[in-house]
């Protein structure tokens, strides 16, 4: 089900991702900031349970391949209990920012295109631009070879 390029209603990979959003605590998750590093973006849910289990792997990546210039973010699609989100990292321990969706992300008229299934995995490369886009779990190779052409 999952993909590598974005489809039509996607992220464009025409212009870099231009987004910032609120954070359950702390600064606004501001995409264009982290430009320079190469760029995970994990769109999710506290609901799903592919997000809670890609959190595992998300750490073991960041772990492995920070010091190349890897950083991971999420989009909590559950931006109107923004309590429930912090239980969540909490609970799974998410050491990485996590932003909370606006309108515009949920609806689909944000940069990161429509979400058609949480998750959803966006890289993007040092300079913004999107270079992967996957829906649903995404194998752990998968990942590391996309993460790995980028950095």
């Given at each position: 089900m999952g993909s590598?390029?974005?489809?039509?209603?996607?992220?464009?990979?025409?212009?870099?991702?231009?987004?910032?959003?609120?954070?359950?605590t702390g600064p606004p998750l501001d995409v264009a900031a982290l430009r320079g590093q190469v760029l995970l973006i994990d769109v999710m849910a506290t609901w799903s349970l592919d997000s809670q289990a890609q959190v595992p792997l998300f750490s073991k990546l960041l772990a492995a391949y920070r010091e190349r210039g890897l950083r991971v973010v999420s989009v909590a699609f559950d931006s109107q209990t923004p309590q429930l989100v912090r239980t969540w990292v909490d609970t799974l321990g998410v050491s990485w920012p996590v932003g909370l969706a606006s309108p515009e992300v949920i609806e689909g008229r944000s940069p990161l295109g429509v979400i058609p299934e949480i998750?959803?995995?966006?890289?993007?490369?040092?300079?913004?631009?999107?270079?992967?886009?996957?829906?649903?779990?995404?194998?752990?190779?998968?990942?590391?070879?996309?993460?790995?052409?980028?950095?």
């Amino acid at each position: 089900m999952g993909s590598t390029l974005p489809g039509p209603a996607g992220p464009s990979t025409d212009v870099p991702i231009e987004l910032a959003l609120p954070t359950i605590t702390g600064p606004p998750l501001d995409v264009a900031a982290l430009r320079g590093q190469v760029l995970l973006i994990d769109v999710m849910a506290t609901w799903s349970l592919d997000s809670q289990a890609q959190v595992p792997l998300f750490s073991k990546l960041l772990a492995a391949y920070r010091e190349r210039g890897l950083r991971v973010v999420s989009v909590a699609f559950d931006s109107q209990t923004p309590q429930l989100v912090r239980t969540w990292v909490d609970t799974l321990g998410v050491s990485w920012p996590v932003g909370l969706a606006s309108p515009e992300v949920i609806e689909g008229r944000s940069p990161l295109g429509v979400i058609p299934e949480i998750p959803r995995t966006l890289i993007l490369d040092r300079k913004g631009y999107v270079r992967f886009a996957h829906s649903g779990a995404v194998p752990a190779a998968l990942l590391a070879k996309e993460i790995e052409a980028l950095l």
